[in-house]
């Protein structure tokens, strides 16, 4: 099988693939996001570079845009449409790209969700920073401001006093994007852990995220500490139930408990990592990646 990883040499995640690929017999080569070319006329619906082309499988292992600029927009839209003309010719693209557009936008993602039935926190998006403190008050005097596209934590600000609120609204960084889409949820006392479950086809692997003493944020990259767990099956229900609903193979699904006990979902990554998941199940990840590819 041809196996073309769409991500950065250099990545842990992409050298995992690669090791485990060509282990189990694949030929596989590393495809940068910024690599990708097409050629309409002449040469109709070609794609590079050649090992992209001749792929019998893409696996995505990388955000399709990581420029924090005005092209980021235009990165995203045309590395998605050349995504999805490969998976029309019929090559399997994992995760597709209508599950990774959902998945980059948290409003459409958990939109897409809370459609579904799926329990969502409570959720504000607004266009202009005007309408922030509305919002704020609606949730309850406690959000969290969240980039639209983002990951690992960045970009988050926790809203939970008048005086937090006066001081990201009056932030230079905020005073210069007056007309800024601003994305707020609602703050979930969480003990200080969540749970990300990753969901590879029906396959489900979870650990704990505990945040670091003193911080509310959970993300490992961002101090979290990874824990074993043992998710209650009600959870591995609705963290599947959450990456098909997005139409995503493999996803990571965070997690928290509300005052109940229940699970709501905060938001759903699909193109997600295992570096701390690997470390505290053992579980080899990569490989249990490739043989879900192989069993098509």
């Known amino acids: 099988m041809r196996v073309a990883v769409v991500g950065e040499p250099v990545g842990w995640h992409v050298g995992r693939l690669m090791e485990r690929l060509a282990a189990r017999g694949h030929e596989a080569a590393v495809v940068r996001w910024p690599d990708i070319t097409a050629s309409l006329g002449a040469a109709d619906g070609s794609f590079g570079p050649a090992a992209l082309a001749a792929a019998d499988a893409v696996l995505v292992r990388g955000m399709p845009g990581a ?10 839209v045309f590395r998605m449409d050349a995504l999805a003309l490969i998976a029309a010719r019929g090559t399997r693209v994992i995760n597709s790209p209508r599950a990774l557009e959902s998945a980059i936008d948290k409003y459409l993602s958990l939109a897409r969700l809370a459609a579904a039935g799926v329990p ?7 266009q202009n920073v005007a309408q922030v403190a509305a919002a704020w008050g609606v949730l309850g005097g406690d959000c ?19 005086t937090a609120l ?27 852990w969540d749970a990300r479950l990753f969901v590879l086809g029906t396959d489900v692997f979870a650990m704990r995220r505990r945040a670091a003493a003193g911080d509310w944020r959970t993300n ?13 099956q009600s959870w591995i229900d609705l963290a599947l139930r959450a990456a098909a609903t997005l139409e995503a193979e493999i996803a990571g699904v965070d997690l928290v408990q509300v005052a109940d006990g229940s699970p709501v979902i905060l938001e759903v ?7 701390a ?20």
């Open 166 to 192: 006066t001081t990201w609204l009056d932030h230079p960084e905020t005073r210069q994007r007056p007309h800024a889409i601003v994305y707020l949820q609602e703050f979930i006392q969480h003990g200080g």
């Open 67 to 76: 420029t924090a600029s005005d092209a980021r927009l235009e990165e995203v």
């Open 277 to 296: 998941l690997q470390a505290v199940t053992g579980i080899d990840i990569a490989d249990r990646v490739v043989g879900y590819v192989e069993a098509g």
């Open 144 to 162: 969290v401001v969240k980039p639209l596209f983002g990951s690992r934590g960045r970009g988050l600000h926790r809203l939970d006093s008048r």
């Open 120 to 126: 969502v926190p409570r959720t504000h998006v607004v």
């Open 220 to 232: 490992i990259a961002r101090g979290g500490q990874p824990e074993p767990f043992a998710a209650p």
């Open 269 to 275: 990554n699909a193109v997600p990592g295992w570096q």
